[in-house]
């Protein structure tokens, strides 16, 4: 499966972004799909992600109560709200999609989308 990643941009600390992760394929709802970020000079972090129902989602700990991650089938994307940015989520935001969930809370979906930059300013 394809997946293109958007939504990215420069924002100020304390705004939000949405970011889209969209699939290629009509099978997209069979795979769990998540969001991982790599800031520079760090290792990659998961952050979200949702099964394929999208009535579950898992979160880290860094992100939960800010991050949302959500997703529409019909459309086959998944959606990550960011709230309240603060500069330290800079980062290159991936989405990743897996059919199982682990490999992508361990960082090792079988498919990755090319990376949305996320700047925040101070």
């Known amino acids: 499966v394809q997946l293109q990643a958007s939504g990215g941009g420069l924002v100020q600390t304390g705004d939000f972004l949405r970011l889209s992760c969209a699939a290629s394929?009509?099978?997209?709802?069979?795979?769990?799909v998540g969001w991982i970020r790599q800031a520079p000079g760090k290792e990659r972090e998961f952050l979200a992600a949702?099964?394929?129902?999208?009535?579950?989602?898992y979160y880290a700990d860094s992100v939960k109560g800010r991050f949302t991650v959500s997703r529409d089938n019909a459309r086959n994307t998944v959606y990550l709200q960011l709230n309240s940015l603060k500069p330290e989520d800079a980062a290159v935001y991936y989405c990743?999609?897996?059919?199982?969930?682990?490999?992508?809370?361990?960082?090792?979906?079988?498919?990755w989308g090319q990376g949305t930059q996320v700047t925040v300013s101070s």
């Open positions: 990743g999609a897996d059919h199982k969930l682990h490999n992508i809370v361990v960082i090792t979906p079988a498919y």
């Open positions: 394929e009509r099978t997209f709802s069979s795979y769990a």
């Open positions: 949702t099964i394929r129902s999208g009535e579950s989602t």
